[in-house]
């Protein structure tokens, strides 16, 4: 079947995802699935991760699937995402955190002046 569809052109290649209805084995429109959309909150926690070479310094990680921290061995950073390092003047620690969510961290620096 999928062979004719193909020789009758009718099947390319894309990167549309589509919702699909198990039950009727068909795809959803855009209509039916948002009939029961909802805005949730989902569980985040922000938590720090020491430098195994030095303690007073800790990677900060943002994670919605915080039932999985017990398990984690590793933490991954982006090769060309941009990071900055940081001393929180409150407590004196030092932070790395991705400079995309430093407004998130400390609402201050989310004016428009170049720290």
């Known amino acids: 079947v999928f062979r004719q569809l193909f020789d009758k052109d009718l099947v390319y290649q894309g990167y549309k995802v589509m919702p699909f209805s198990m039950a009727c084995g068909t795809p959803l429109s855009n209509f039916e699935a948002g009939l029961n959309y909802k805005d949730v909150r989902d569980p985040a926690v922000v938590v720090n991760f020491p430098l195994v070479d030095d303690e007073s310094v800790s990677f900060v990680a943002w ?53």
């Open 63 to 115: 994670t919605t699937t915080p039932w999985t921290l017990p398990s984690n061995i590793a933490l991954c950073v982006h090769p060309t995402m941009d990071y900055v390092k940081i001393e929180d003047k409150k407590t004196g620690s030092k932070y790395i955190l991705s400079k995309g969510r430093l407004p998130q961290l400390y609402p201050i620096m989310n004016n428009n002046k170049k720290w």
